[in-house]
């Protein structure tokens, strides 16, 4: 079936999804089901455990809870409407809602590794100038880096969608994915679309690698300061830094399991 243009008309996509096998849908139903509330309940549990426990309220912890609370947003852009399309023989989607699932992911996307950058950066300074750390991370700054970690994020996410939504879909209106992302979304416009490539491949990676690159050189500066101590004060300094360290370590499993979901994410079936 063809399609004139889904941008100036209410025609919609359809979600390829994980897989086409009948038999396959309600596993995979039951099995992202679990994921997905284990994913929720966690989140949530991270966030009453953080705001309930005055101990825990540091920039490290404040982080971490907006990151949690990022994590549940992100999850819930994609999941329930994949659930619904494992028991849907449809798996339509509207060509405004494929818009907004776009918009939203990316930019729940996005926050979580400019979050990650700044919990990254509160290790560093903690590690690396632990007599400034009370200066330097203070309640404004921190809420200043959050707010600036939103507001880059959606800025780049309505940039792309605003470039999205100025390409004419004629041709097939399935997307081989389970959710709307850029790449799928693009193969299937009648537009010449060389130049939206270049300006998203552009875009894209000064977004996505500054905050990875912020992390490397967090932790490059982190791992040089740590090898750096004489070792005749190791013993005096191992209690300053011991508590560092471990947040510095939960921070590591935390890059690595948010990385590893949004990368999930973006992978086509």
Do not use: W
Request: proline share 4%.
């Amino acid at each position: 079936m063809e399609l004139k243009n889904y941008s100036s008309s209410t025609s919609g996509f359809i979600l390829l999804g994980l897989s086409s096998n009948p038999q396959l849908q309600k596993p995979l139903f039951a099995i992202f089901l679990f994921m997905y509330l284990v994913t929720v309940v966690g989140n949530v549990l991270i966030i009453v455990a953080i705001h309930s426990d005055s101990r825990l309220h540091t920039p490290m912890y404040f982080f971490l809870s907006n990151l949690s609370f990022m994590d549940i947003c992100f999850t819930t852009v994609i999941v329930p409407k994949m659930l619904v399309n494992f028991l849907s023989e449809t798996k339509a989607i509207s060509y405004v809602g494929c818009l907004a699932q776009m918009y939203l992911s990316m930019a729940f996307g996005n926050t979580d590794s400019y979050l990650l950058a700044s919990m990254a950066i509160d290790r560093l300074v903690a590690i690396c100038k632990p007599f400034h750390y009370d200066v330097v991370m203070s309640s404004r700054r921190c809420l200043l880096m959050l707010l600036g970690s939103c507001t880059i994020s959606h800025l780049h996410s309505l940039f792309r969608v605003l470039l999205m939504s100025r390409l004419s879909f004629c041709a097939s209106h399935i997307i081989k994915h389970f959710f709307c992302d850029t790449q799928p979304v693009l193969k299937l416009s009648c537009s010449d679309t060389s130049s939206s490539q270049i300006v998203v491949m552009t875009e894209t990676l000064a977004v996505i690698v500054t905050p990875f690159l912020c992390i490397i050189f967090s932790y490059l500066r982190i791992i040089i300061t740590v090898l750096g101590i004489p070792s005749a004060e190791v013993p005096s300094e191992l209690c300053g830094y011991q508590g560092a360290l471990i947040n510095s370590d939960v921070h590591y499993c935390t890059v690595t399991t948010i990385s590893a979901t949004i990368n999930m994410s973006r992978r086509g079936p």
